[in-house]
Structure formats: structure tokens, C-alpha cells
């Protein structure tokens, strides 16, 4: 069993970058695809990126390719994402997820995902 723990969130000026981090518990991270969502105040969670258990492949939202980059570390049981060229409808809360039998492409659907952590929030101002 996996347990999640994001950090890194905080307040930003427009144009900012930060970058978010996802700490898991469990022995079997590293066979886990990893995504990362986010929610905004009365907005419906969406999906913002992926990554495969051997970090080779990647999906993005169109929201945020170019400006997003997701990767992984397995031996320290971590999955970041290093968030560029911030803008104010980026603010969320973001939350880590993860699940073994999902590739990226599928991670992108949240219902039905094993495992979320409890989410960091990240603020943009104008």
C-alpha cells in the first residue's frame, strides 16, 4: 500500500516557477505510473501530467506542455513537478496520485485511481 505526501506549494508571482514533490511510503513505488492533478476553487479536478513507472514516458495536459515537466526518482521513492512560466489559472490545490495498472495515457482518467495524496496548494498572483 502506497501513502503520498505532496509538499512544496506556495504563493508565486505570475511568470514564477515551483517545483512540487511527492513522497511515497510503500516498497512498490517504483512499479507505479505517477500523475499529478489539481483542483481550483468550484472547478472539477483535472489532470495535469503522468509518468511510467521507469519514468520513459510522459503525458501532459495541453494546459501545461512546455511550461510543466514531470520525472521521478525510484530510489528515493519520489515524483516531482517542476512548474514553469506560472500563471494565475494555474492555482490549485495539487494532489499526487498513483497507480500500477495505468499507463500514462490512462492516468489522465481520475475515477478509479488507487491511490492520491492529500494535496499541496499552489497560489498565483497576478
Known amino acids: 500500500q502506497e501513502q503520498l505526501v505532496e509538499s512544496g506549494g506556495g504563493l508565486v508571482q505570475a511568470g514564477g516557477s515551483l517545483r512540487l514533490s511527492c513522497a511515497a511510503s510503500?516498497?512498490?513505488?517504483?512499479?507505479?505510473?505517477v500523475g499529478w492533478f489539481r483542483q481550483a476553487p468550484g472547478k472539477e479536478r483535472e489532470f495535469v501530467a503522468a509518468?511510467?513507472?521507469?519514468?520513459?514516458?510522459?503525458n501532459y495536459a495541453d494546459s501545461v506542455k512546455g511550461r510543466f515537466t514531470i520525472s521521478r526518482d525510484n530510489a528515493k521513492n519520489t515524483a516531482d513537478l517542476q512548474m514553469n512560466s506560472l500563471k494565475p489559472e494555474d492555482t490549485a490545490v495539487y494532489y499526487c496520485?498513483?497507480?500500477?495498472?495505468?499507463?500514462?495515457?490512462?492516468?489522465?482518467?481520475?475515477?478509479?485511481?488507487?491511490?492520491w495524496g492529500k494535496g499541496t496548494l499552489v497560489t498565483v498572483s497576478s
Open positions: 496520485a498513483a497507480d500500477r495498472s495505468r499507463t500514462t495515457h490512462f492516468m489522465a482518467r481520475r475515477d478509479g485511481i488507487s491511490y
Open positions: 510503500g516498497r512498490t513505488f517504483s512499479m507505479y505510473t
Open positions: 509518468i511510467s513507472w521507469s519514468g520513459g514516458s510522459t
